[in-house]
């Protein structure tokens, strides 16, 4: 636990100790204000007549796809740039352990990039009429729904990192592994005409679940998959690191 707590920290440091970290998620929650409050489009809560935060949870997961691996894409890439990726796995710590505080951070930080959430949340049930007259079921399922999809997006960013000695790759190899993992198994179910089928490939995907528990109904299958894919990804990783050492 304290090798855990330590790798959480120093990764947490190094993002917020330079100006990447606060231009990544300056981006993503200027861009996310701007669909929401300013530019007209679907997402604009004003514009929709609703005191509703549905548009945010419609847009994060795919600007998620972007955040995640920007997050995750320095993570065991730069330390392997820097020549410290061997120092790193030669201390008498566990690799699932160097892996859990690596991703752990990044989980960190994409769940930061949610607070302001709280406060448009806040913001939302003021402009209701009547005042809090506001749907927080679907509210919390959706926001609990994105904190566990960056949970998997975070395990699919750190094992693009742990196997490529690029950042670029690092990011592109994880960001078209979420969007595979989810809309591209909805897609793919989209083209069976048998019903059970069709459900059982989308299923695999992250979106019928996300989705799923966007409805403010916390089902056990659901965080189920969440933990199950993620746990995946971090196994993973924590293969690829024994096999450097």
């Not at 989980?107 to 959430?117: K, N, V």
């Not at 979420?178 to 793919?188: A, K, P, T």
Request: with cysteine; net charge positive.
């Amino acid at each position: 636990m304290n090798i855990i707590f330590t790798l959480t920290k120093r990764e947490l440091r190094s993002f917020f100790g330079s100006a990447t970290g606060y231009i990544v998620i300056s981006i993503f929650l200027i861009g996310t204000a701007l669909f929401l409050w300013i530019f007209p489009n679907q997402y604009n809560v004003l514009d929709s007549g609703y005191a509703s935060l549905d548009g945010l949870f419609a847009l994060a997961p795919m600007l998620f796809l972007f955040l995640c691996p920007a997050i995750t894409m320095r993570l065991f890439a730069e330390e392997r740039q820097q020549g410290t990726l061997e120092l790193l796995l030669s201390r008498p710590a566990s690799k699932l352990s160097i892996t859990l505080g690596k991703a752990f951070a990044g989980w960190l930080l994409s769940a930061i990039t949610l607070l302001p959430a709280l406060i448009w949340f806040l913001s939302i049930n003021f402009l209701s009429e009547p005042a809090f007259n506001v749907d927080s079921g679907a509210f919390w399922g959706s926001f609990i729904g994105l904190l566990f999809l960056s949970m998997i997006y975070i395990s699919i960013g750190t094992f693009a990192s742990a196997i490529s000695g690029n950042q670029v790759v690092a990011f592109l190899a994880a960001a078209v592994g979420c969007f595979v993992l989810y809309i591209g198994f909805d897609f793919l179910g989209s083209l069976f005409t048998n019903g059970a089928t069709s459900q059982f490939v989308r299923g695999i995907g992250i979106d019928s679940h996300y989705k799923s528990i966007s409805r403010g109904v916390i089902d056990s299958r659901d965080l189920t998959y969440f933990l199950v894919v993620s746990a995946i990804f971090i196994f993973c990783t924590e293969k690829v690191l024994q096999r450097k050492k």
